[in-house]
C-alpha cells in the first residue's frame, strides 16, 4: 500500500530525509510527466481521522509547502501500488503542468 501526501512541481525541492511521513515512514517521491508524487510506503496502515495522523499528514504538506508549490492531498489518500500512482499522475500531468 502506499498514502499519497501532495502533488508538486519536478522541480520543486524534495523532502528532506529527516521529514517522515505517517509510521514515520521515509517519504518518497514519483516523478511521471512533468509532475511528482509524494508518497510513503506501508505494509498496513488504516489512517484515522484522529489528531496524531492527521497531524502528522499535516506536517508532510506543511514541509512541502515551504520547498515549492504543492497540491495537498486530502487526508487518507491510498493506492495499492506504484503502478496505480503512475496510471494516476500520467492522466494528471497534461491538466497541471505549465505551458
Do not use: N
Amino acid at each position: 500500500m502506499i498514502y499519497v501526501y501532495a502533488i508538486r512541481e519536478v522541480e520543486a525541492a524534495p523532502p528532506a530525509p529527516e521529514q517522515r511521513g505517517l509510521g514515520a515512514t521515509r517519504l518518497r517521491v514519483m516523478e511521471c510527466d512533468g509532475i511528482a508524487a509524494v508518497f510513503s510506503r506501508h505494509r498496513t496502515l488504516r489512517p484515522r481521522p484522529v489528531p496524531t495522523m492527521m497531524w502528522s499528514h499535516e506536517a508532510v504538506v506543511e514541509h512541502l509547502m515551504r520547498r515549492g508549490p504543492v497540491l495537498p492531498l486530502r487526508f487518507g489518500t491510498m493506492l495499492g501500488d506504484e503502478r496505480a500512482l503512475r496510471a494516476i499522475l500520467s492522466g494528471l500531468a497534461r491538466k497541471f503542468v505549465r505551458v
